[in-house]
């Protein structure tokens, strides 16, 4: 899987890949990261820094977001169910 991470103007980082399914992102800073309508079903997040990022449309089902930071995050429309929320920080 082939995974590339531009910077742009608009948002600090724009992630490409087809698929981060089952990844493992504990601990990433993806803070103002750009992944929109990304494949993240049951990914690893665990400690991760979101805050600001937009998930719009992300599958994020059965993801585990235990202790997260999502605050400002854009989560519109992505699907999340079955994931793991706890402790996750939000606005």
Do not use: C, Q, Y
């Amino acid at each position: 899987m082939e995974i590339r991470i531009k910077r742009t103007g608009r948002s600090d980082f724009v992630v490409e890949a087809p698929s981060l399914r089952e990844a493992d992102l504990s601990w990433a800073n993806l803070r103002r990261a750009d992944l929109r309508e990304a494949g993240l079903s049951r990914a690893n997040l665990r400690w991760a820094d979101l805050r600001w990022a937009n998930l719009r449309g992300a599958n994020l089902r059965e993801a585990d977001l235990r202790w997260a930071n999502l605050h400002g995050a854009n989560i519109r429309g992505a699907n999340l169910r079955g994931a793991n929320l706890r402790w996750a920080i939000r606005d």
